[in-house]
């Protein structure tokens, strides 16, 4: 898990220098290729397998290299760099993240509010537009609400980066994304090695509930490819879906889910698609009398005690 955490990190790191090495400073980005999806695979004949599931898990048990590999050209100093911010305890992670790199490149970063909530969008993105920064990096926001400020960057040839964001080949071309941190190739991951994770932990005995955010762009495919990657790894296997509002997390989403595994007393693994969602949850379980593992995708600090007592994994 520690290496989980790590990656959160180097995602807040990478977007800053992403956006440079691809912008500003006229650089490559090594980690931008275009997302992947997951490739078709037959289910398990009959019960758990057990063996496939360590097998996926153990490639990815080592640390990993630091996604941008070409140097800079120049360093961008005085350059001012927007941040649209989601508005969430991890975006604000990767926002107190991206300030040593900032400081280490000379650039100003200012942090625009564009979320939680949609109505905060079209303030926040108006905002910074007229701001005239040298260069954008959009967190994870609903696509469908930026579009149009998308296409008055790329008019302005104003370099932008996202992250947890899912574009295809060919919208990032039309929107003019000249880098993507952890698109649809993180969802998928995320939800394939969680999948595995109760695979093996649990084999066919595991039930479980998955935990979706609609309001996060890369939740629906994580989720998706938990399910899929279940089915294959355990067709007897039960899993069931849970929507939580983004609104919700951290304050009632915990009544939520305390109140759908006491409906359902069989579960016995719940997942998520960002540990926002256990804010507060072990402790809320254990008042209720109820035993379940929590495993995350994307932890923030607030989850770190959880994790390091073993509430959560």
């Given at each position: 898990?520690?290496?989980?955490?790590?990656?959160?990190?180097?995602?807040?790191?990478?977007?800053?220098?992403?956006?440079?090495?691809?912008?500003?400073?006229?650089?490559?980005?090594?980690?931008?290729?275009?997302?992947?999806?997951?490739?078709?695979?037959?289910?398990?004949?009959?019960?758990?397998?057990?063996?496939?599931?360590?097998?996926?898990?153990?490639k990815y048990s080592h640390p990993t290299a630091f996604p941008v590999s070409v140097p800079l050209?120049?360093?961008?100093?005085?350059?001012?760099?927007?941040?649209?911010?989601?508005?969430?305890?991890?975006?604000?992670?990767?926002?107190?993240?991206?300030?040593?790199?900032?400081?280490?490149?000379?650039?100003?970063?200012?942090?625009?509010?564009?979320?939680?909530?949609?109505?905060?969008?079209?303030?926040?993105?108006?905002?910074?537009?007229?701001?005239?920064?040298?260069?954008?990096?959009?967190?994870?926001?609903?696509?469908?609400?930026?579009?149009?400020?998308?296409?008055?960057?790329?008019?302005?040839?104003?370099?932008?980066?996202?992250?947890?964001?899912?574009?295809?080949?060919?919208?990032?071309?039309?929107?003019?994304?000249?880098?993507?941190?952890?698109?649809?190739?993180?969802?998928?991951?995320?939800?394939?090695?969680?999948?595995?994770?109760?695979?093996?932990?649990?084999?066919?005995?595991?039930?479980?509930?998955?935990?979706?955010?609609?309001?996060?762009?890369?939740?629906?495919?994580?989720?998706?490819?938990?399910?899929?990657?279940?089915?294959?790894?355990?067709?007897?296997?039960?899993?069931?879906?849970?929507?939580?509002?983004?609104?919700?997390?951290?304050?009632?989403?915990?009544?939520?889910?305390?109140?759908?595994?006491?409906?359902?007393?069989?579960?016995?693994?719940?997942?998520?698609?960002?540990?926002?969602?256990?804010?507060?949850?072990?402790?809320?379980?254990?008042?209720?009398?109820?035993?379940?593992?929590?495993?995350?995708?994307?932890?923030?600090?607030?989850?770190?005690?959880?994790?390091?007592?073993?509430?959560?994994?």
């Amino acid at each position: 898990m520690g290496s989980v955490i790590a990656g959160v990190r180097r995602i807040g790191l990478a977007s800053a220098a992403a956006l440079l090495s691809v912008g500003l400073a006229g650089g490559a980005l090594a980690a931008s290729a275009s997302p992947r999806t997951p490739a078709a695979r037959h289910p398990s004949a009959a019960g758990a397998n057990v063996a496939a599931a360590k097998a996926l898990l153990a490639k990815y048990s080592h640390p990993t290299a630091f996604p941008v590999s070409v140097p800079l050209k120049r360093r961008p100093v005085g350059a001012h760099i927007a941040v649209m911010s989601c508005g969430t305890s991890v975006c604000g992670l990767l926002w107190d993240l991206m300030q040593p790199a900032a400081k280490l490149m000379g650039v100003q970063l200012k942090e625009y509010l564009a979320g939680p909530s949609v109505a905060a969008v079209p303030t926040a993105f108006s905002a910074m537009l007229a701001s005239k920064p040298a260069g954008v990096i959009i967190l994870p926001t609903n696509p469908l609400l930026i579009k149009p400020y998308l296409l008055q960057l790329k008019a302005k040839h104003i370099p932008v980066a996202t992250g947890g964001m899912p574009w295809t080949t060919a919208e990032r071309r039309q929107y003019g994304i000249g880098a993507q941190q952890s698109g649809e190739p993180f969802a998928f991951l995320g939800g394939e090695l969680q999948a595995a994770w109760v695979v093996a932990k649990y084999g066919a005995k595991a039930n479980v509930m998955i935990e979706n955010i609609p309001d996060l762009v890369f939740s629906p495919s994580l989720v998706a490819t938990f399910k899929s990657e279940m089915h294959r790894l355990c067709s007897v296997c039960k899993v069931t879906e849970l929507d939580i509002p983004i609104t919700t997390m951290g304050t009632t989403d915990t009544t939520q889910e305390v109140a759908a595994l006491q409906r359902d007393p069989g579960i016995n693994v719940v997942a998520t698609a960002s540990g926002e969602t256990y804010y507060g949850v072990p402790a809320a379980l254990a008042a209720a009398g109820i035993h379940v593992a929590l495993v995350d995708n994307a932890p923030a600090p607030e989850n770190l005690a959880d994790i390091q007592s073993g509430q959560e994994t």
